[in-house]
């Protein structure tokens, strides 16, 4: 045995159960850590790093043998031990408006959704950072789901390359460096708490901002939350990206119902925590989002309470007309509503955006991720069922 002797005591997180590990989604060290208990030499292990880094981050590669700066035996050792995946693409819908929604398979058999929204100056990915959500926000589809499991790190960057692979956007080695970029923003805003999946959030997020591969600035990552108190001093000093909020309600009796967190954490500690944020991340505002419900949160006594919370916090509002659900308890603010709230908003010198419902035509709206693709499921299933057949996969 001439394998080195640290490799009884090297621990490789995350390895699949079974089979060849996914290099995707490790961190820097656990990559290092996992060459060197294949056998690379520690002395070359950080090169190894950065060069197998690029490949995949930068260059968009998914087998060895295109890594053409590493020796032939060294890519096929690679090969024996190591994977490059990410998750399957199962279906891609493209709205008129240009939106594109991802169904995207991941171990297990769970599906999450992804979209992206072109914009003139900007192009916003929404990533997913749980299967389900384990919180029960009333007017959100994705919190009647039950909750599956968090994504590990791997897959959460994964939704990232999907995308870029679709958009055609990974560089072609030699050719002059194009600054435009189709994927120029990520939110994290799709299905689940992020906050309860601190780690793997940080890691592939610290993989998305890494500058020799997607590099995206941290002002370029919005992260929301519905309020985890006491991870929010903790992103700022781990992730240090832009922080949105699922405000929603400026009493504590009305964000009891719609983001039952607040019992927790009420809106005064949430705002405690919430101003200490761009001053620890040097950055910009916090977006509070907030969802426009007919006859729930709407009236002009809320917006000025609202008005009343942000003092002192440097913030932004986006105003998110209520996407109803089948189902859904709610139903959506009328138009002049939204306005007369927003103007309110505006003239005591906020900004106060009203989000534009994009895809609508796919169901690729907030919170209605994964909602439709559910329904269809089931009913195939229905189908297949009254007519006696085997239930197609
Ligand atoms: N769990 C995190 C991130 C995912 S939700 C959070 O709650 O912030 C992303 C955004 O979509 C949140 O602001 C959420 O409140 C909003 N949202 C959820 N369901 C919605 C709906 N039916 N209509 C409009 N916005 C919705
Ligand atoms: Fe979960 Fe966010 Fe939906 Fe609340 S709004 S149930 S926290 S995904």
């Known amino acids: 045995m001439n394998a080195p002797i ?6 490789i997180p995350r390895k699949l159960p079974e089979g060849p590990t996914n290099l995707v989604g490790l961190t820097r060290a656990e990559l290092r850590d996992a060459l060197i208990a294949a056998g690379t030499p520690e ?18 590669v998914r087998d060895f043998d295109s890594m053409t700066n590493l020796a032939k035996a060294y890519r096929a050792k690679l090969a024996e031990h190591f994977v490059i995946e990410i998750p399957e693409v199962v279906q891609r819908l493209v709205s008129k408006d240009g939106t594109r929604k991802y169904l995207v398979r991941i171990a297990g058999g769970h599906e999450v959704e992804v979209v992206y929204i072109p914009e003139s100056d900007r192009g916003t990915l929404c990533i ?40 055609g956007e990974w560089p072609i080695p030699g050719a002059p460096k194009d600054e435009t970029r189709l994927l120029s923003n990520i939110v994290l805003m799709g299905m689940g708490e992020p906050l309860y999946n601190f ?36 992103t700022a000093e781990e992730i240090g990206c832009l922080l949105a909020v699922s405000f929603h ?26 101003s200490a944020y761009p001053r620890l991340t040097n950055s910009e505002r916090i977006t509070f989002e907030y ?35 089948p189902g859904a308890p709610y139903k959506r ?12 908003i505006y003239q005591a010198g906020y900004a106060s955006p009203i989000r534009t419902t994009r895809g609508e035509d796919i169901m690729a709206a907030c919170g209605q991720l994964k909602s439709a693709t559910e329904r269809a499921r089931k009913s195939r299933k229905e189908i297949a069922a009254e007519a006696g057949l085997p239930a197609a996969e």
């Open 199 to 234: 780690e793997n959030v940080r890691d592939a997020m610290k993989i998305t901002m890494d500058g020799e591969g997607i590099s995206l600035s941290r002002r370029r990552i919005t992260l929301s939350t519905s309020g985890v108190v006491p991870a929010i001093a903790r």
């Open 43 to 60: 002395k070359q292990a950080k090169m190894r790093v950065g060069q197998i880094w690029q490949w995949i981050y930068q260059w968009g």
């Open 6 to 11: 640290t490799q009884d005591v090297v621990t």
């Open 333 to 344: 603010s009328s138009n002049n509503r939204i306005h007369a709230f927003a103007n309110i």
């Open 291 to 325: 969802v426009m419900i007919d006859g729930v949160n709407d009236s002009d006594a809320d917006a000025h309470r609202l008005v009343k919370h942000l003092d002192g916090i440097p913030a932004k509002v986006n105003l998110i007309p209520f996407n109803e659900w």
């Open 128 to 167: 997913s950072s749980q299967v389900g959500c384990t919180l029960t926000c009333s007017f959100c589809h994705t919190g009647t789901q039950k909750f599956v499991r968090n994504l590990t790190p791997g897959e959460i960057v994964g939704q990232i390359m999907v995308a870029r692979d679709d958009l």
């Open 249 to 274: 309600a400026t009493t504590d009796e009305v964000r009891d119902v719609l983001v039952p967190i607040n019992k927790k954490w009420n809106i005064e500690t949430l705002l405690e925590a919430l």
